[in-house]
């Protein structure tokens, strides 16, 4: 398993905005499918989006596309989520992870992600 650590959440208007950010390996960063996921109390934990391990290609859960954008900053080795038009529903942990085998031409499972983040707490109020 692969160490990331996330950052960034918090406590955020209905409407606002928040970046979320995730600190990898360099091996991790270039080699690896990485992507963002949440689980929100008493729910399973579902995928939000994901980049591939060069950072070309993305994949959005229909529920966040257009308002959420993953990236990547290689000088950082750090992945991004940036957040925008925020909703009460899309309060829950969020939770970065890595996968060798994944791809971002379809909907990423869970199951194919082996590497994850502790999780960062996000808040949205009405």
């Known amino acids: 398993q692969q160490e990331l650590v996330e950052s960034g959440g918090g406590l955020v208007q209905a409407g606002g905005s928040l970046r979320l950010s995730c600190v990898a390996s360099r091996r991790t960063f270039t080699k690896y499918v990485m992507g963002w996921f949440r689980q929100a109390p008493g729910k399973e934990r579902e995928f939000v989006a994901a980049i591939s391990s060069i950072g070309v290609s993305t994949k959005y859960s229909d529920s966040v596309k257009g308002r959420f954008i993953i990236s990547k900053d290689y000088t950082k080795d750090t992945l991004y989520l940036k957040m925008d038009s925020l909703k009460p529903e899309n309060t829950a942990v969020y939770y970065c992870?890595?996968?060798?085998?994944?791809?971002?031409?379809?909907?990423?499972?869970?199951?194919?992600?082996?590497?994850w983040g502790r999780g960062t707490q996000m808040t949205v109020s009405s």
């Open positions: 992870a890595a996968s060798l085998t994944s791809t971002v031409d379809v909907t990423p499972a869970v199951t194919e992600f082996d590497s």
